[in-house]
């Protein structure tokens, strides 16, 4: 059985600076690994996918790399900004099927 | 174009009532799923449906809890007699599946559903 695990469950930064949220799963046979955020009382909104046999993909300040074999993922936000805050998921297919395993969060807050 | 849509986006009902759950997919999305995300549990996966194959029931709770998608597009999500501990928010995604696996899963806004 696929199990995420994202720490810290909670991180609160000065507005500028660069962070990292760390995101682990228990089963390395995925085909690929999603970013997302979610705003208090809002859906998810994906940010990043990355695929299996991709070690990173950024978009904008975003960047998250995928070391499959130890079952690690990353997501470095750079700059950052009171926008950013929200809480921020990772997910993996389930262990041959589409749908998704989720972490439980990190939720961040930006200081201005 | 219009994302995932969801209906209603709250609904407080009694215990022992049934209540149903809407989701309209991304046009042309032949992947749809539902999950739930309460306070205790974070996020979990309900059910999934992939064109005409059977649907993937094994995140479904208890029998209490069933959902049909009608012509490969609109979905509905049952709970009927419901419990006070079905009260969470169930979020429903849509996605064009392609080889591999690679694709992305677009989320609805979401029902708040809270049980009295």
């Known amino acids: 059985k696929q199990e995420v695990t994202q720490i810290p469950a909670a991180l609160s930064v000065p507005e500028g600076e660069n962070l990292v949220l760390n995101c682990s799963f228990t089963d390395s046979a995925i085909y690929n690994l999603q970013w997302f955020r979610q705003d208090p009382g809002k859906g998810l909104t994906s940010l990043l996918l990355i695929q299996s046999s991709q070690r990173e993909q950024t978009s904008g300040r975003l960047n998250a790399s995928l070391d499959k074999s130890s079952g690690r993922s990353t997501l470095y936000i750079a700059a950052s900004q009171p926008g950013d805050s929200a809480t921020y998921l990772c997910a993996v297919p389930h262990t041959g099927r589409r749908a998704l395993t989720f972490g439980s969060g990190t939720r961040l807050q930006v200081q201005p | 174009g219009a994302g995932v849509s969801q209906s209603p986006s709250n609904k407080v009902t009694e215990k022992g009532k049934d209540v149903e759950l809407r989701c309209d997919p991304i046009s042309g999305h032949t992947a749809l799923y539902w999950y739930r995300q309460s306070l205790g549990q974070g996020l979990e996966f309900l059910i999934y449906?992939?064109?005409?194959?059977?649907?993937?029931k094994s995140g479904l709770p208890s029998d209490r809890f069933s959902a049909e998608r009608t012509g490969g597009s609109v979905s509905t999500l049952t709970i009927q007699r419901t419990q006070q501990e079905d009260s969470a928010v169930y979020l429903c995604a849509s996605s064009l599946e392609v080889a591999g696996g690679q694709e992305t899963q677009y989320f609805g806004p979401g029902t708040r559903l809270l049980v009295l």
């Open positions: 449906f992939q064109g005409n194959s059977a649907p993937d």
